[in-house]
């Protein structure tokens, strides 16, 4: 079961904090940092962007994987060693056919499939071959999909720009009139504001995070492949429980 990411939830919460509290230490108060032409600009064009960056299948994926920042996918190595284990034992004691009943109660989809491989009779390299072209895969997608993020990351911090210039024109434009310069040139940083701090506060943070979760999902999955190719191959559960606590540190 997955849980909520008590510390990136805080981690969101304290950059919110610190660019409000900034402001007004500052002196430029919150209602500054608050511009619908800077939010054009920055959020609207950096999903443009990113939809002309990223192909279809990519993009869906990656928004798919927002839910993973704030609640990652349960990844409880030591119950996966228990697991395997225990089907060791079974699978010793009743043969691999023993372990058909735990293929529809197994809710890992990658698990299951290795499971199922075992119980077809499958020879334990072929076993480890199709589970490793099955692990690669999955982690190309998830990395296709976290670098949807990174890319955001990039493209903001330019378009904030881009609407400091746009927001300078328009100053450049009220010459005569000398009292709105000052808060014409404040508006126009603002879209400079938007961009590097969701680059640095939100995008970027995101995209490290999935890739590090990404990473910790392939680990644990190639800890399940030597498993799996272990049972398969008539494996003592002692040597197979020395084998898999290794992966976890």
């Not at 609407?163 to 300078?168: E, H, I, P, R, T």
Request: aromatic share 6%.
């Amino acid at each position: 079961m997955r849980t909520m990411d008590l510390l990136t939830i805080l981690g969101f919460l304290f950059a919110i904090i610190a660019i409000a509290v900034g402001s007004v230490l500052k002196g430029v108060g919150l209602q500054a940092l608050v511009s619908g032409a800077a939010f054009m600009i920055v959020v609207v064009g950096t999903l443009a962007a990113i939809m002309v960056h990223t192909p279809l299948a990519a993009f869906r994926h990656a928004m798919g994987m927002i839910k993973w920042i704030v609640r990652p996918p349960a990844m409880d190595g030591g119950q996966v060693v228990v697991k395997m284990l225990s089907w060791s034992s079974t699978a010793r004691k009743q043969g691999l056919l023993g372990l058909e009943g735990a293929i529809d109660s197994e809710s890992d989809g990658f698990l299951r499939s290795g499971l199922q491989l075992v119980v077809d009779g499958t020879e334990p390299e072929l076993i480890r071959a199709i589970l490793e072209i099955d692990l690669s895969a999955r982690e190309r997608t998830d990395y296709a999909g976290a670098k949807v993020f990174e890319s955001m990351g990039v493209y903001a911090p330019t378009l904030g720009i881009i609407g400091a210039v746009l927001g300078l024109m328009a100053v450049m434009q009220n010459l005569a009139e000398p009292a709105k310069l000052g808060s014409g040139i404040a508006a126009a940083f603002t879209a400079t504001v938007y961009g590097i701090g969701l680059a640095n506060l939100l995008f970027l943070p995101c995209a490290a995070k999935l890739k590090s979760l990404v990473a910790n999902q392939s680990h644990l999955r190639e800890m399940m492949i030597d498993g799996l190719v272990a049972i398969a191959q008539g494996d003592n559960p002692r040597s197979i429980d020395a084998r898999l606590r290794g992966y976890l540190g």
